[in-house]
Structure formats: C-alpha cells, structure tokens
C-alpha cells in the first residue's frame, strides 16, 4: 500500500534535517490524504526531497520517525532494531551480567524505536506501547523477542492499557502476548526485588535507578535514612546494608506492602526498617533534625508544558522541607523523572529551595539515568531523569 507523503512548511525541515525523531504539527504544510493513527508516513520538505518516514499520530507530536532514509519499516526492518538494541546492551555489560537480571530492553527514541518501550524481568518482557503504530505490531515484536531471546525468555507481557493515546479510541487491554508467568524475582547488583508487573507502576519497577541506587549505598554508613515516595523500596534496601535506620514512607497500601517484602527478602525481619503509608509532604512536617539522609525520588509532577510552572514549584516546596529538617552534615539525593522538566529547570527549583532555607548546600553528584535507558544525542528530551546528591550544613 502507498503511504500517505507529508510535506513540510519551508523552513521547517532543519530539525528533521538534524535526525530529531519528532515531528511536530505546526511543521506541516499538506498532507496528500487522509492518514489514520498509527500509519506509516513519508516526510518531505518543501522542494519535495524525501526527509523520513515514520508513524504518523493526530496531536501535537505528528510524527515519531523511524528512519531518515527511504526503507520500508517492515517486522524485518524492525527485528534489525531490536537486534541492535540487545547487541548493545551485552556490549555494555547489562545483558549477561551475572549480579543484574533486570534491565531496559528497547528505550524508544534512544533505541530508534520512539513509541516502544520494553523492560526484562529475569525471563519477562513486559511491552507499553506509547504509540498505536507500534501497539498494531505488538504480536510481530513478540515473535520477534522469542526469536532473538530464545529460551532466555519466558513470557511477553503487553502493558499498553494506560499509555495509548486517549484520542485514538483504542481500548487497550493489558495482557500476555506470549507465555505466562507469576510475579519474579529479580537479582540488581546483587539485591533481590520480587516484581509484579501487572499491579506496579510504569512496567514494575523503577530500573532507571539502578546506578543511582548503589550510588546512594555508599553515603548510608551509620546514618539515620528517610526514603520518601518509598514505592519498592529501591533506595531502602540498598541503604539498609550499613544505615542505622531506614524509613520508607509512600502514600500507597500496596508499595508499602512491596517495601517491607523486599525489604525481608535481603535482610529478614531487620527491625532497623519501619515503613509508613502517609502523604510525603504531610510526614516532612515534622522531622527537624530527625534525619541524616534523604531520599526524595516523586512520581512526574508534570507530563506536559502547560503545567511546568506549577511542578517546579512542587520540586521547590519539596526540596525546601527536605533542606530546612535535615540534620547539619546531612545528605540529599532528589530527583526528577519530568521529561519537560529540563536538567537546568530542575537545578534552579533546588537553588531556589536552598536559597529559601539560608542553609549552606555543596553539589556533590549530577545524576542521570544508566546506560540502558540511552540519550539520543538528537533527541535531548530522551534525558528525562535527573538528580542531584546535596550536601547541607
């Protein structure tokens, strides 16, 4: 079948021109037809000279590029992708390393696949399609990971139910695709996670966090750590090793639930964990002093633009309780998983929250996401999490 051609205003082509994989509406000038959600569509500039062809979405992000040349997007051309994308990863260490056997398989646009995201858990791929071109194909990819993973792979979990675009009228339906499976256990630098991908957050657990995880294991050593917005208990049990006491605090039943199994799972019932189901700010309240180490890991406080003031201003109201009760000496991993909240956006809301307090506050680490979850270098929006480790005096 012919794709629908898209030609772009003049002008308008330099990001393409650039490989960003977005293309966005107000870049196009016509459409020689009637292209529905999830098509595959070429992309021209103005002098209709062939630019990229990629699946095509009604919304502001109009395009999300698969390639800039002229090849048909194909389940072979796709299986080359997810190749890629493994190869990469045994190269770096993650695929095969025997302390880790939880990672990011395909991370979107950083892997050439913008729309796909798959995560492996110890033999389970769980899939969330971001785009309805790919969540189409989602029986295709499956194949393709039994292929590729062989007997390393148990069973392919979709989970698209909450991230197809509303506006395509899909009504997506969380399920297997391949296999089946009860919920596992996953081995990170060492630590054991029991995962339930179909309850948890995202695909079951925060992966992206891993680097930043052993990180914070080595600052734990005779301190009093206060994990906020706990979920799992990621931070929690690698703070556990050699803290004096490790709190987790979530306003959700069932990540405190998760938290204190996890928590059991590596260290037994270790009475120096206790875990409370509050809300964050509520709990920040009234801990003058109380803590030496803090851990402030929110969900996304803004997903789109049009609400980006308002999050900074919630990492700033965060990071201020955190810096005014810490005890002096004490330490802060804070982060941000907000794609539209730029690494300096983020940066200036923690200046801001310091300044506030008058307390002395040294940057000790920039933190990122690992290299399983890869940056474009065309595509700066993939650096979506950022943090920083403060010293406060």
């Known amino acids: 079948m012919e794709r629908i051609k898209i030609v772009l205003k003049s002008g308008k082509e330099q990001s393409v021109k650039r490989f960003h ?29 062939f630019l990229a062809v990629g699946h095509y979405q009604p919304s502001s992000i109009a395009v999300r590029i698969l390639s800039f040349e002229q090849v048909e997007p194909d389940i072979s051309f796709f299986r080359e992708r997810i190749k890629k994308a493994i190869s990469y990863r045994k190269a770096i260490g993650i695929i095969g390393h025997p302390g880790i056997n939880v990672y990011r398989l395909i991370h979107g646009e950083g892997d050439g696949l913008p729309g796909l995201i798959i995560d492996f858990y110890n033999g389970i791929a769980v899939m969330q399609m971001h785009s309805l071109g790919f969540y189409r194909i989602r029986k295709e990819i499956a194949s393709v990971l039994v292929e590729l993973l062989g007997d390393q792979l148990v069973a392919v979990y979709d989970k698209s139910e909450g991230t197809i675009p509303h506006m395509s009228g899909v009504q997506a ?12 256990i996953v081995t990170e630098n060492g630590y054991k996670f029991r995962i339930d991908w179909t309850t948890g957050q ?48 979530d306003s959700s039943f069932s990540a405190i639930e998760l938290a204190n199994e996890n928590i059991r799972l590596n260290f037994g019932d270790d009475k120096r964990h206790e875990a409370f189901q509050v809300d964050a700010f509520e709990y920040m309240n009234d801990i003058k002093d109380k803590y030496d180490l803090i851990i402030l890991d929110p969900p996304a406080f803004a997903k789109h633009n049009n609400v980006l003031a308002n999050a900074l201003q919630g990492y700033k109201r965060l990071n201020i309780k955190a810096i005014e009760q810490i005890k002096p000496g ?9 794609q539209v909240v730029t690494k300096e956006n983020f940066r200036k809301s923690v200046f801001a929250a310091a300044a506030n307090t008058g307390r002395s506050v040294r940057i000790l680490y920039q933190m990122t996401q690992p290299p399983d979850h890869p940056v474009n270098i065309y595509h700066p929006e993939s650096e979506y999490l950022k943090g920083l480790v403060i010293y406060v005096e």
């Not at 339906?173 to 009860?182: A, E, F, R, T, W």
């Open 330 to 338: 004490g330490i802060i991993f804070t982060f941000s998983c907000s």
């Open 173 to 184: 339906v969380n399920g297997y695709i391949y296999g089946n499976s009860d919920p596992v």
């Open 202 to 249: 995202k695909t079951g657990f925060f992966i992206d966090q891993r680097d930043n995880r052993r990180l914070l294991g080595e600052f734990t050593d005779g301190r009093t750590v206060l994990n906020m917005f706990g979920y799992t208990g990621g931070f929690s049990v690698y703070a556990m090793k050699n803290a004096t006491a490790v709190h987790t605090v």
């Open 21 to 49: 994989p977005w293309l966005f509406s107000g870049a196009i000038k016509k459409m020689y037809g009637n292209p529905a959600e999830g098509d595959l569509v070429d992309v021209f500039d103005n002098k209709d000279t």
